[in-house]
């Protein structure tokens, strides 16, 4: 007997709620007013908007690909002085917002800056490359993980058939591991289009930024809903490819038993190499970017309002972290009660994190619109008068948005967690005499808590670093880091932009570390274990 | 330097942890166009050992040799790509994403490549199957592709890690038979890991036993099973009975007669193995006396559990048809080429 609490109509609802502003942009993209905005885009700009999210896509997954996957391969199959350390080190530029790598590399390769020698990172191009630096731990978060359980027996066979160690990596090792590429990749690609800062600031306006200008500048929010609707077919599709490959890799999945391999020590100059390899993707994606922030930070004013900015950032990414790692739970159990609400909903609020934040800020604008509307229709018929409370005037609207996207990546960690709690597990708790609130709370609860944790971990540094969702929904004077450091780098203003910038990179940093150490200890008690079976 | 074409292991050390070599010390010599088994319990070092060869695990001291050319040493080490070994890995290791064929392609090089590898797949009744990926093969095409690919670039030293291990018991004997066939004729210096003794023995032309690291004797699966070197050695071919005895006259006495204990000294402890054949009921009354505790049913006979006066257990083969039960008593002989006497 499994323990199923019935969380199924809780997650339905709760699923519904973030799916609802995408069915709202989708309903209003259909049966909006029509204006000439779209067919004058469509005539003027929008080739170079599709043009800059194709080439910002290509290059930010050949970036994040290479590194990401390189450094996996070095840390999962080798020994050599420092891997220890690098293995959680290298997850860290995940604390850095894109759009904060853009400014200090930019900066820094600018004709007067002191890396002017190199070419400026400016354009789609440059910006692909800041999205690989900062965003490459996805794919090597979960490429180190396959590399790491994949047994070296093909690597191995590809060797003595005459393979070399780098036709063995990449016709085999490699294409072992796609379905974590892919998996990584996809996630790079979510957060690239997803981005609204880092490309205005390079000046190569993606998808996300037109859909931003149609709304603001145009204040068309029927056109903004179709370039949404453009911008998440491409995301959506997206997803659907990573999910096909993950279905084949199912069926490719290594015959036999697994054995993990047993990591190959390097000796001088190759332990050397690896060590570089491994550390050049930290500075470049994390110390070089906090520590050029932090120079220009040195010499410029404190911004206005920075005190308080970092207090509504913070405060929001508590509530929503605390939000989304309870959603969490309640969706792992809706999965596991394997009842078809429960999943569909659970993998309905999944979906979430392939709508940009841009997409889910204007989808809970107009959902939260019709509700106003609604109300005030409502509340005249009854007392005369419109409903006494704005409902777009509050912060809760951008929790709702913020959910509506990060909670998907709180569900992972949850469900993960509690596929530990085996049933034998609770059936050994039972027939112990423990009775089912027991089991829960001493059972189900240490297990499942630290799948929790890093959940709301993960989701407080993706709220802290939001810029496009931010920007649309926040009330009126409610500045965060992020926006005070994109409106001051808008305005030329660097030097004040930079103390936010750094500031969030400051504050995501301890959660990144934590997650970062979490997910790599699991792994060594696991391989410890495996050496005491063995010896 | 001997041994035009063979394999030389010289005093091989491999170790992962200090002061616990996996391999220590090993020596052994393998030519082209024979099979060499490596028979030992799991973690005795064998599949270590073999790894080695292969180039895969480098050795902390002790030469690795094929046709005179130094393959590996504690400081020089030919890579795996440039050492003509063909690996049988236990699980395969069949590349998941590549086809049959594909598979077994993938170490050849130039433009006939493919029909080179389909002739391969061919010769081992697998031509239809050239398109399928291994998680759609049976284990036993599985490991037919996995031989097929190791023999495809014609190596020098062919290498089988328990080749056979996870195959139904009915596939392994039509598989083994096959095999051999497939390894004679390629004439490839061969050596087969397995903990399996009916394996090393049906397939091997020499057995090796290894223990704890050790090579502890080598020699045909005859001269093993009858004269063994020792318990442990005794052991890994097959069940054998131990009697304790003292070397009186140059013969070590048991419960049913003397063995002659040449070489070891007069007075010296030693002990009798003998093999389940070696201890056989006669109808003469000249016999040791024992009585049948019990009978069990084996597909080589019927296994006699007796207890001998002095109160000692001892085990008897006998055919399934003999009506010996349980509570009857027996007169017992020794057949003494079944035993052997060993130094303790």
């Given at each position: 007997?499994?323990?199923?609490?019935?969380?199924?109509?809780?997650?339905?609802?709760?699923?519904?709620?973030?799916?609802?502003?995408?069915?709202?942009?989708?309903?209003?993209?259909?049966?909006?007013?029509?204006?000439?905005?779209?067919?004058?885009?469509?005539?003027?700009?929008?080739?170079?908007?599709?043009?800059?999210?194709?080439?910002?896509?290509?290059?930010?997954?050949?970036?994040?690909?290479?590194?990401?996957?390189?450094?996996?391969?070095?840390?999962?199959?080798?020994?050599?002085?420092?891997?220890?350390?690098?293995?959680?080190?290298?997850?860290?530029?995940?604390?850095?917002?894109?759009?904060?790598?853009?400014?200090?590399?930019?900066?820094?390769?600018?004709?007067?800056?002191?890396?002017?020698?190199?070419?400026?990172?400016?354009?789609?191009?440059?910006?692909?490359?800041?999205?690989?630096?900062?965003?490459?731990?996805?794919?090597?978060?979960?490429?180190?993980?396959?590399?790491?359980?994949?047994?070296?027996?093909?690597?191995?066979?590809?060797r003595t058939l005459g393979a070399g160690p780098a036709r063995a990596f990449t016709r085999i090792a490699l294409p072992m591991a796609r379905p974590a590429l892919a998996a990584g990749l996809g996630l790079v690609l979510m957060?690239?289009?997803?981005?609204?800062?880092?490309?205005?600031?390079?000046?190569?306006?993606?998808?996300?930024?037109?859909?931003?200008?149609?709304?603001?500048?145009?204040?068309?929010?029927?056109?903004?809903?179709?370039?949404?609707?453009?911008?998440?077919?491409?995301?959506?599709?997206?997803?659907?490819?990573?999910?096909?490959?993950?279905?084949?890799?199912?069926?490719?999945?290594?015959?036999?038993?697994?054995?993990?391999?047993?990591?190959?020590?390097?000796?001088?100059?190759?332990?050397?190499?690896?060590?570089?390899?491994?550390?050049?993707?930290?500075?470049?994606?994390?110390?070089?970017?906090?520590?050029?922030?932090?120079?220009?930070?040195?010499?410029?004013?404190?911004?206005?309002?920075?005190?308080?900015?970092?207090?509504?950032?913070?405060?929001?990414?508590?509530?929503?972290?605390?939000?989304?790692?309870?959603?969490?739970?309640?969706?792992?159990?809706?999965?596991?009660?394997?009842?078809?609400?429960?999943?569909?909903?659970?993998?309905?609020?999944?979906?979430?994190?392939?709508?940009?934040?841009?997409?889910?800020?204007?989808?809970?604008?107009?959902?939260?619109?019709?509700?106003?509307?609604?109300?005030?229709?409502?509340?005249?018929?009854?007392?005369?008068?419109?409903?006494?409370?704005?409902?777009?005037?509050?912060?809760?609207?951008?929790?709702?948005?913020?959910?509506?996207?990060?909670?998907?990546?709180?569900?992972?960690?949850?469900?993960?967690?509690?596929?530990?709690?085996?049933?034998?597990?609770?059936?050994?708790?039972?027939?112990?005499?423990?009775?089912?609130?027991?089991?829960?709370?001493?059972?189900?609860?240490?297990?499942?808590?630290?799948?929790?944790?890093?959940?709301?971990?993960?989701?407080?540094?993706?709220?802290?670093?939001?810029?496009?969702?931010?920007?649309?929904?926040?009330?009126?004077?409610?500045?965060?880091?992020?926006?005070?450091?994109?409106?001051?780098?808008?305005?030329?203003?660097?030097?004040?932009?930079?103390?936010?910038?750094?500031?969030?990179?400051?504050?995501?940093?301890?959660?990144?570390?934590?997650?970062?150490?979490?997910i790599t200890r699991q792994e060594r008690r696991a391989e410890r274990q495996l050496a005491t079976e063995l010896g | 330097m001997t041994g035009l074409r063979t394999l030389q292991i010289e005093q091989v050390e491999i170790g992962?942890?200090?002061?616990?070599?996996?391999?220590?010390?090993?020596?052994?010599?393998?030519?082209?166009?024979?099979?060499?088994?490596?028979?030992?319990?799991?973690?005795?070092?064998?599949?270590?050992?073999?790894?080695?060869?292969?180039?895969?695990?480098?050795?902390?001291?002790?030469?690795?040799?094929?046709?005179?050319?130094?393959?590996?040493?504690?400081?020089?080490?030919?890579?795996?790509?440039?050492?003509?070994?063909?690996?049988?890995?236990?699980?395969?290791?069949?590349?998941?994403?590549?086809?049959?064929?594909?598979?077994?392609?993938?170490?050849?090089?130039?433009?006939?490549?493919?029909?080179?590898?389909?002739?391969?797949?061919?010769?081992?009744?697998?031509?239809?199957?050239?398109?399928?990926?291994?998680?759609?093969?049976?284990?036993g095409e599985q490991q037919r592709v996995a031989l097929a690919r190791a023999l495809t670039p014609e190596p020098d030293v062919m290498l089988l890690d328990e080749p056979f291990s996870g195959l139904d018991r009915r596939l392994?004997?039509?598989?083994?038979?096959?095999?051999?066939?497939?390894?004679?004729?390629?004439?490839?210096?061969?050596?087969?890991?397995?903990?399996?003794?009916?394996?090393?023995?049906?397939?091997?032309?020499?057995?090796?036993?290894?223990?704890?690291?050790?090579?502890?004797?080598?020699?045909?699966?005859?001269?093993?099973?009858?004269?063994?070197?020792?318990?442990?050695?005794?052991?890994?071919?097959?069940?054998?009975?131990?009697?304790?005895?003292?070397?009186?006259?140059?013969?070590?006495?048991?419960?049913?007669?003397?063995?002659?204990?040449?070489?070891?000294?007069?007075?010296?402890?030693?002990?009798?193995?003998?093999?389940?054949?070696?201890?056989?009921?006669?109808?003469?009354?000249?016999?040791?006396?024992?009585?049948?505790?019990?009978?069990?049913?084996?597909?080589?006979?019927?296994?006699?559990?007796?207890?001998?006066?002095?109160?000692?257990?001892?085990?008897?083969?006998?055919?399934?048809?003999?009506?010996?039960?349980?509570?009857?008593?027996?007169?017992?002989?020794?057949?003494?080429?079944?035993?052997?006497?060993?130094?303790?």
């Amino acid at each position: 007997m499994t323990l199923r609490p019935n969380a199924n109509a809780l997650a339905a609802l709760a699923a519904l709620a973030i799916a609802a502003p995408l069915l709202a942009v989708v309903a209003l993209a259909v049966f909006g007013a029509w204006t000439d905005y779209l067919a004058h885009l469509a005539e003027t700009r929008l080739t170079d908007y599709l043009a800059n999210t194709a080439i910002v896509a290509l290059c930010a997954c050949a970036t994040a690909g290479i590194v990401g996957a390189v450094s996996a391969w070095l840390v999962a199959r080798y020994a050599f002085p420092g891997r220890a350390q690098l293995e959680w080190l290298l997850a860290l530029p995940l604390a850095m917002p894109a759009y904060a790598a853009a400014y200090a590399w930019f900066d820094l390769t600018q004709a007067a800056g002191p890396l002017g020698f190199l070419p400026t990172v400016r354009g789609p191009v440059g910006a692909g490359f800041i999205f690989g630096l900062t965003l490459y731990p996805y794919v090597y978060l979960l490429m180190r993980e396959t590399f790491a359980g994949q047994s070296s027996d093909a690597y191995d066979a590809a060797r003595t058939l005459g393979a070399g160690p780098a036709r063995a990596f990449t016709r085999i090792a490699l294409p072992m591991a796609r379905p974590a590429l892919a998996a990584g990749l996809g996630l790079v690609l979510m957060e690239t289009m997803a981005d609204f800062g880092a490309v205005v600031h390079l000046g190569a306006p993606t998808l996300s930024v037109a859909l931003v200008r149609a709304w603001a500048g145009e204040g068309s929010s029927p056109d903004a809903a179709r370039l949404a609707v453009l911008l998440v077919t491409i995301t959506f599709l997206i997803l659907f490819i990573e999910r096909a490959q993950r279905r084949r890799a199912r069926q490719h999945a290594a015959s036999g038993r697994v054995k993990p391999p047993r990591r190959v020590r390097l000796g001088g100059g190759a332990a050397l190499a690896a060590l570089a390899i491994c550390a050049i993707p930290i500075l470049a994606g994390l110390v070089i970017p906090m520590a050029r922030l932090g120079w220009l930070a040195l010499d410029a004013p404190v911004a206005r309002g920075l005190g308080e900015a970092a207090i509504n950032a913070l405060s929001l990414a508590v509530i929503t972290a605390l939000i989304a790692a309870a959603f969490g739970i309640v969706a792992a159990y809706a999965l596991r009660s394997r009842r078809p609400l429960g999943v569909a909903a659970a993998r309905l609020a999944g979906l979430g994190y392939a709508v940009p934040g841009a997409v889910a800020a204007l989808g809970v604008l107009i959902v939260f619109g019709q509700l106003q509307s609604g109300l005030d229709a409502l509340w005249t018929s009854a007392f005369g008068q419109s409903f006494p409370f704005l409902l777009t005037a509050g912060a809760a609207t951008l929790v709702f948005a913020y959910l509506s996207r990060f909670a998907a990546a709180a569900i992972g960690p949850s469900e993960s967690a509690l596929s530990r709690v085996t049933p034998s597990l609770e059936g050994a708790a039972r027939s112990l005499g423990a009775g089912p609130r027991r089991v829960i709370t001493q059972v189900h609860w240490p297990i499942l808590s630290s799948g929790a944790l890093l959940a709301g971990l993960l989701v407080f540094v993706e709220v802290l670093k939001e810029l496009p969702a931010t920007m649309i929904l926040r009330p009126f004077n409610f500045d965060t880091l992020a926006v005070i450091a994109h409106n001051y780098a808008s305005d030329e203003r660097l030097g004040e932009a930079a103390l936010p910038a750094l500031l969030i990179a400051i504050f995501c940093l301890p959660a990144m570390v934590f997650v970062a150490r979490r997910i790599t200890r699991q792994e060594r008690r696991a391989e410890r274990q495996l050496a005491t079976e063995l010896g | 330097m001997t041994g035009l074409r063979t394999l030389q292991i010289e005093q091989v050390e491999i170790g992962y942890a200090p002061g616990r070599p996996a391999v220590a010390g090993v020596s052994l010599e393998f030519g082209c166009g024979s099979i060499t088994a490596l028979l030992g319990p799991s973690g005795s070092g064998k599949s270590t050992l073999l790894r080695a060869i292969a180039g895969l695990e480098r050795v902390q001291a002790g030469e690795i040799r094929f046709a005179g050319e130094l393959w590996s040493a504690p400081d020089a080490h030919r890579a795996p790509e440039e050492r003509r070994c063909g690996v049988v890995f236990q699980d395969y290791a069949l590349f998941p994403h590549l086809t049959a064929l594909d598979n077994v392609a993938f170490g050849l090089s130039g433009p006939g490549r493919k029909s080179d590898a389909m002739a391969k797949l061919e010769a081992v009744e697998l031509g239809a199957r050239a398109r399928a990926y291994p998680h759609e093969l049976s284990g036993g095409e599985q490991q037919r592709v996995a031989l097929a690919r190791a023999l495809t670039p014609e190596p020098d030293v062919m290498l089988l890690d328990e080749p056979f291990s996870g195959l139904d018991r009915r596939l392994r004997g039509a598989l083994r038979e096959a095999s051999a066939n497939a390894l004679r004729e390629a004439g490839a210096a061969t050596l087969i890991v397995t903990h399996d003794a009916e394996e090393a023995m049906a397939l091997a032309d020499t057995i090796a036993l290894m223990a704890e690291g050790r090579i502890i004797q080598t020699g045909d699966a005859q001269s093993l099973y009858l004269n063994p070197a020792s318990e442990a050695a005794a052991r890994l071919l097959g069940e054998v009975e131990r009697f304790d005895a003292t070397v009186t006259d140059g013969q070590a006495q048991t419960p049913f007669g003397e063995v002659g204990a040449p070489g070891l000294s007069e007075g010296a402890e030693c002990a009798v193995l003998i093999r389940p054949e070696g201890v056989q009921i006669t109808d003469g009354a000249d016999g040791a006396l024992a009585h049948v505790l019990e009978r069990r049913i084996t597909s080589g006979g019927a296994v006699l559990t007796l207890s001998l006066e002095s109160g000692e257990r001892v085990r008897a083969t006998t055919p399934i048809t003999a009506a010996h039960g349980a509570g009857d008593s027996v007169r017992l002989r020794l057949d003494t080429r079944f035993a052997t006497v060993v130094a303790v």
